[in-house]
């Protein structure tokens, strides 16, 4: 019984930084993993950086080097810097918990548009 609220979204230029913020609520505890999703119009939603329970991270080849996913240091916002920002950035994103196989929970996304 995990909530995720999404901020942080915003309408930049090529070459900007954002930095989204995921607010998580109820049973933190209980999620393992955490990440972050976009869906860009006509596209499928994919993944783009996942941060486990563990400390690891991983990112989509497209961002790496570019985006970087974190907890605060108090464990309930997990956090995606992005920079260098390209137009093929814009998307919704949506924040991911996961508590277990077969249990996710979603945020509601926030809308990242990246100008030429």
């Known amino acids: 019984q995990v909530q995720l609220v999404e901020s942080g979204g915003g309408s930049v230029q090529a070459g900007g930084s954002l930095r989204l913020s995921c607010a998580a609520s109820?049973?933190?505890?209980?999620?393992?993993?955490m990440g972050w999703y976009r869906q860009a119009p006509g596209k499928q939603r994919e993944l783009v950086a996942v941060?486990?329970?563990?400390?690891?991270?991983n990112y989509a080849d497209s961002v790496k080097g570019r985006f970087t996913i974190s907890r605060d240091n108090a464990k309930n916002t997990v956090v995606l810097q992005m920079n260098s920002l390209k137009p093929e950035d814009t998307a919704v994103y949506y924040c991911?918990?996961?508590?277990?196989?077969?249990?996710?929970?979603w945020g509601k996304g926030t809308l990242v548009t990246v100008s030429s």
């Open positions: 991911n918990a996961v508590e277990r196989p077969g249990m996710d929970y």
């Open positions: 941060l486990t329970s563990g400390g690891s991270t």
């Open positions: 109820g049973s933190i505890f209980s999620i393992r993993d």
